[in-house]
């Protein structure tokens, strides 16, 4: 027999991610496309988390083979729905490659540079670290329920 | 027989054949991430001139959405 449940629609979690709703003011989008975004990286000093609002280079990594600003995320899989919960993952792992970072970093901050104010998704964090004439990869989690980078549950 | 981009100076690269080079491997697991840090040094100088980072990230962020009970 059919019943109604009362519940946060699935559809509504992915369509926050592929920006469809504003219940406050929004901006005037300049197209269509999908929007670029960044993930930098920042030193153990800083204090980036819940309320980091936007990307700023205050914190941020410097060295041989770094730009600041950091690395374009590879963006080949639009948000989906997994059971009920929205997600997204980049297509591909974060790589800085060929870098030289003397000072000890712990976070990737993952930004959007479409955006005029660069603002924030997510700030990740891990064991701090230095790179020397080498790469720093970030391998991307399986792109389900419980697993994918971004998850709207 | 492999080449390694290394640097002595931190700022100019170079390459090295691996086998002149003294590798370390360090993996490290844990609850937040799974490591893997391969290391060269020249043999019989500490210094490190070759490092690079793997890293799989475990915990990662999640939003939830609930529509409040009426």
């Known amino acids: 027999m059919a019943a109604n449940a009362q519940a946060m629609c ?4 992915k369509d926050i991610l592929n920006g469809l709703h504003a ?5 005037i989008r300049a197209g269509t496309t999908a929007d670029s ?3 930098a990286l920042f030193l153990v000093n800083s204090s980036l988390g819940a309320a980091t609002t936007a990307y700023s280079s205050s914190g941020e990594v410097s060295g041989s083979g770094y730009t600041a600003g950091g690395i374009a995320v ?27 970072l003397s000072s000890a970093f712990d976070t990737c901050l993952l930004y959007n540079n479409t955006a005029s104010g660069k603002n924030s998704v997510a700030t990740l964090t891990f064991g701090s670290q230095t790179v020397t004439a080498g790469n720093f ?3 991307m989690p399986a792109n389900t329920a419980g697993n994918a980078l971004i998850q709207i549950s | 027989m492999s080449q390694i981009t290394i640097t002595r100076d931190g700022v100019n690269l170079e390459k090295a054949e691996e086998s002149t080079l003294r590798k370390r491997i360090i993996i490290d697991d844990d609850d937040n991430e799974l490591t893997t840090v391969v290391e060269y040094r020249d043999y019989g100088n500490d210094r490190i001139i070759h490092r690079s980072v793997h890293m799989s990230l475990k915990k990662l962020p999640t939003a939830e ?6």
């Open chain 1, 10 to 13: 699935t559809s509504f979690k």
């Open chain 1, 137 to 139: 990869t970030l391998t």
């Open chain 1, 37 to 39: 975004f960044y993930a």
């Open chain 2, 65 to 70: 959405a609930s529509a409040a009970e009426l």
């Open chain 1, 74 to 100: 590879t963006n080949a899989t639009a948000p989906s729905n997994s059971s009920t919960v929205a997600i997204w993952t980049p297509s591909a792992s974060l790589n800085f490659g060929t870098v030289t």
């Open chain 1, 23 to 27: 219940f406050g003011t929004t901006v």
